[in-house]
């Protein structure tokens, strides 16, 4: 069993940035791949980045890259998600979950754990 709490979410203005934050408890939480996703008003959830366990590899969805970063620290167990230049589209609950599967899975079924979620809300 691992328990997911993610942090760090608010109210920022367009441009600006927000770092998330995602602490993990439970049985081996260092050796799940972690992953962000995000689900707006209406839609459906999307993946956003994961890192695998050795942090050695890390996957981007197409429109985060090069304005979204993931890492982690599994000596604490937390993943964190830097988000830079953000914008009013970026608004969303933003969810941190675990998965065993090998690889970077970006489909929220291969997932087994979620956090509750944190706000986003970016103002333009």
């Known amino acids: 069993q691992v328990q997911l709490v993610e942090s760090g979410g608010g109210l920022v203005q367009a441009g600006g940035s927000l770092r998330l934050s995602c602490t993990a408890s439970g049985r081996t939480a260092s050796m799940y791949t972690m992953g962000w996703f995000r689900q707006a008003p209406e839609k459906e959830r999307e993946f956003v980045a994961a890192i695998t366990w050795s942090g050695g590899t890390t996957y981007y969805a197409d429109s985060k890259k090069g304005r979204f970063t993931i890492s982690r620290d599994n000596a604490k167990n937390t993943v964190a998600l830097q988000m830079n230049s953000l914008k009013p589209e970026d608004t969303a609950v933003y969810y941190c979950?675990?998965?065993?599967?090998?690889?970077?899975?970006?489909?929220?079924?291969?997932?087994?754990?979620w956090g509750q979620g944190t706000q986003v809300t970016v103002s333009s």
């Open positions: 979950a675990s998965t065993r599967v090998v690889g970077i899975p970006r489909s929220t079924s291969a997932y087994d754990y």
